[in-house]
């Protein structure tokens, strides 16, 4: 038997070489979430620096269940149970009713605002069908339907 016609050992299927593989995968992971969450940190840090410390802002009173808006001051919180985690927050007292009103500034996407403010909503109806796709119920009765 030549040695060309002999089977080459994969390496790669070696116990110790595939447990050196296995533990540079978890490494590199680790790495890349560690990248990832000190990424979003620091963005998290320069939306805080951005916002400016007094601004005019708009908020929605769920006491009188009205929109107003308010001088507002930035409050900035550690987050009690991420202390790496700082929290960052417009805060201004209803005149008419003397509650408190918050806008978040970090994390806007669950600010309950823009669920409950009849502004947004009216201003969401005004504008519906500039953004209505011709897929979309509605489309033809609007538009009508094209004739092939």
């Given at each position: 038997?030549?040695?060309?016609?002999?089977?080459?050992?994969?390496?790669?299927n070696h116990y110790?070489?595939?447990?050196l593989i296995e533990n540079q995968e978890k490494r590199t992971n680790d790495r890349n979430?560690?990248?990832s969450k000190e990424k979003e940190k620091a963005e998290r840090e320069e939306e805080i620096i951005r916002a400016k410390p007094v601004d005019i802002v708009e908020f929605y009173c769920e006491t009188c269940e009205e929109d107003f808006a308010q001088v507002a001051f930035k409050q900035i919180e550690t987050d009690?149970?991420?202390t790496n985690q700082r929290i960052a927050?417009?805060?201004?007292?209803h005149d008419d009713c003397s509650t408190w009103a918050i806008r978040y500034i970090t994390d806007k996407y669950s600010d309950p605002y823009w669920s409950e403010s009849k502004q947004v909503a009216r201003d969401?109806?005004?504008h519906y069908a500039d953004?209505?796709?011709?897929?979309?119920?509605g489309y033809n009765l609007?538009?009508?339907r094209k004739n092939t």
């Open positions: 038997m030549r040695y060309e016609d002999t089977p080459r050992p994969e390496i790669e110790h070489i595939r447990e979430l560690s990248r009690w149970s991420n927050f417009y805060k201004s007292k969401r109806g005004k953004i209505l796709q011709p897929w979309e119920t609007l538009y009508g």
